[in-house]
Nanobody, 115 residues
Framework: QVQLVESGGGLVQPGGSLRLSCAAS????????MGWYRQAPGKQRELVAT???????NYADSVKGRFTISRDNAKNTVTLQMNSLKPEDTAVYYC?????????WGQGTQVTVSS
């Protein structure tokens, strides 16, 4: 079974940056889509950014221009570069990967933006 392991979360001040990484246990699997979702306290989980196997990107309007999603050459890692962070970005961020009809989720990493 594929496992997704996130890293890079933490506490950062408003305006700061963080880089989240998600490593898949199967380095050669061709995921149809990889991306990031987040869930803030009392809120529904929402899409942050996704990247298809064709390298098409999709961003939530709230993060456009601030976040960048990318994959490494082996396509076993997906990264979310988060700049100009705002308090409303505070959430647990979950890595997501889809292949055919199977969806995989990471355990989540906490991102807290606060002074």
């Amino acid at each position: 079974q594929v496992q997704l392991v996130e890293s890079g979360g933490g506490l950062v001040q408003p305006g700061g940056s963080l880089r989240l990484s998600c490593a898949a246990s199967e380095s050669r699997m061709n995921f149809d889509t990889m991306g990031w979702y987040r869930q803030a306290p009392g809120k529904q989980r929402e899409l942050v950014a996704t990247l298809t196997s064709g390298e098409a990107t999709n961003y939530a309007d709230s993060v456009k221009g601030r976040f960048t999603i990318s994959r490494d050459n082996a396509k076993n890692t997906v990264t979310l570069q988060m700049n100009s962070l705002k308090p409303e970005d505070t959430a647990v961020y979950y890595c997501n990967a889809v292949v055919y009809i199977t969806t995989y989720w990471g355990q989540g990493t906490q991102v807290t933006v606060s002074s």
